[in-house]
């Protein structure tokens, strides 16, 4: 039970939710943290989003999400960096020092040239998001996102990215969706060590009929979500850890109902 | 388009057909090579499947497939262990000297006891398939399997099994559509060398709505092919390459079209 105070509501879990009734709900339910999606956020508008959020008195674990970095022109890659300037300055303002990075997918057949425009794009935005204090957590995205979401997809790389800078800037987010297949996993947390800036947790079932939608509740899969979370806090890591799951069952569900049973299946198997 | 002399139909490319129709359908198309289902074998039995493939011409690049090894108890995994030796010896009987192991996945949460059962599977068939000519090719699967088909998702987990024996016992498969996504392709590639046994092209594009029949049309999605083609050539394979795409729309063809399609497609984009 003690974990509990750890909890952290990742705003896409409930997307039939705005903003205000997240944070309510959150409030009500007695979970701590609150992670916030900017598209929630850009209904309320920034001030009025973190005026809702002092309100209810929750802390922000992280801010979702910066990244997509990659684009075929130079032009739309400055419009991505000022896009990710934009989010580090809305982290800052929320009062969470974490944005997390969904890096982005290759315009086209080159995986390496993309790998290489978010390494640029991360370069170019820490001395900004320093000066700001927020730290950049790259989240490896599962192998699966690699042609429309991230190519960015193992933790292995994630770190051998952060390590080209302190750990005060740049970090890595482990999502257990995200790493649980890999056989390098726990070498690879360990790795990570002083550098894990946030831990996600849902589960893994199959058939998957939506890759976006894939996610179920804590214990509805395969994933050792528990070994993976002390492996995570033998790593250092001991903040807010999010519930994220995009899942539509979740989504039609009552928001309060979504949270209660996150919380059950949160104590049972995280 | 000297590649064409490499080209082979796995037959799950050809669902629709039997095998009597794929091998009729190759000779006719002037397809070398065709990789045989043991499904499909089994329609026919053992010793028609192999008067149908003599008499076409047609050379057998591999027989799909071996593996499944994990089970929750021992004489579930010793059965699984029978069902291998059948194959290796269809294989055989077949003229391939290549039994494609898809090595199953974990019966519940514990993936390391899984990989475990696999390794031992495979450390348990080596002399049965040495004795019948037989090499075993470990084929990582795609991640977004490691759920339901295989716990050997990366080239580098197949190559650290493989080495444990020697490259006429146990070899890797690489299959663009499973490995493409890898920041470490074309190192693991490389480290292969001398124990590639097959090559199968594919083609990835979004959005993936079911899993299994994920698969497009060299040329309809993101892969790098060529560039991995020539990886692998350099590695030292020079062996048929199968063109296998589980694929809804491929099956609703008539059969002689998917093969044009393919070839126009194979020198093209192969």
């Given at each position: 039970?003690?974990?509990l105070?750890?909890l952290s509501l990742n705003q896409i879990t409930t997307e039939q939710w705005n903003l205000k009734e997240a944070a309510l709900g959150c409030a009500k339910a007695e979970i701590p943290?609150i992670?916030?999606?900017?598209?929630?956020?850009?209904?309320?508008?920034?001030?009025?989003?973190?005026?809702?959020?002092?309100?209810t008195?929750l802390?922000?674990?992280?801010?979702?999400?910066?990244?997509?970095?990659?684009?075929?022109?130079?032009?739309?890659?400055?419009?991505?960096?000022?896009?990710?300037?934009?989010?580090?300055?809305?982290?800052?303002?929320?009062?969470?020092?974490?944005?997390?990075?969904?890096?982005?997918?290759?315009?086209?057949?080159?995986?390496?040239?993309?790998?290489?425009?978010?390494?640029?794009?991360?370069?170019?935005?820490?001395?900004?998001?320093?000066?700001?204090?927020?730290?950049?957590?790259?989240?490896?995205?599962?192998?699966?996102?690699?042609?429309?979401?991230?190519?960015?997809?193992?933790?292995?790389?994630?770190?051998?990215?952060?390590?080209?800078?302190?750990?005060?800037?740049?970090?890595?987010?482990?999502?257990?969706?995200?790493?649980?297949?890999?056989?390098?996993?726990?070498?690879?947390?360990?790795?990570?060590?002083?550098?894990?800036?946030?831990?996600?947790?849902?589960?893994?079932?199959?058939?998957?009929?939506?890759?976006?939608?894939?996610?179920?509740m804590?214990?509805?899969?395969?994933?050792?979500?528990?070994?993976?979370?002390?492996?995570?806090?033998?790593?250092?890591?001991?903040?807010?850890?999010?519930v994220?799951i995009?899942n539509?069952d979740l989504w039609d569900m009552p928001g309060d109902d979504v949270l209660a049973l996150m919380k059950d299946r949160f104590v049972?198997?995280?």
């Amino acid at each position: 039970m003690a974990l509990l105070k750890h909890l952290s509501l990742n705003q896409i879990t409930t997307e039939q939710w705005n903003l205000k009734e997240a944070a309510l709900g959150c409030a009500k339910a007695e979970i701590p943290w609150i992670s916030i999606w900017r598209h929630k956020m850009e209904e309320f508008g920034l001030a009025e989003s973190k005026r809702i959020i002092q309100d209810t008195g929750l802390q922000v674990s992280s801010l979702c999400r910066g990244g997509m970095f990659p684009a075929a022109t130079k032009e739309q890659r400055q419009r991505n960096l000022d896009d990710n300037k934009r989010a580090v300055e809305e982290a800052a303002e929320l009062g969470t020092d974490v944005l997390v990075l969904v890096c982005g997918p290759a315009p086209d057949r080159d995986i390496d040239l993309s790998r290489q425009w978010v390494e640029e794009g991360i370069e170019q935005l820490v001395p900004f998001a320093e000066a700001h204090g927020v730290k950049l957590g790259i989240e490896p995205l599962h192998p699966m996102y690699a042609a429309d979401r991230s190519v960015i997809v193992t933790l292995g790389q994630a770190n051998k990215m952060a390590e080209k800078f302190t750990a005060d800037q740049v970090g890595v987010v482990v999502d257990v969706f995200h790493v649980w297949w890999d056989p390098e996993l726990y070498e690879q947390i360990a790795r990570a060590k002083g550098r894990i800036l946030g831990f996600h947790v849902s589960d893994w079932n199959v058939p998957i009929t939506n890759t976006f939608k894939a996610r179920r509740m804590m214990g509805d899969g395969v994933i050792e979500i528990r070994r993976i979370r002390k492996a995570v806090e033998e790593a250092g890591y001991h903040g807010p850890i999010e519930v994220e799951i995009m899942n539509q069952d979740l989504w039609d569900m009552p928001g309060d109902d979504v949270l209660a049973l996150m919380k059950d299946r949160f104590v049972k198997h995280v």
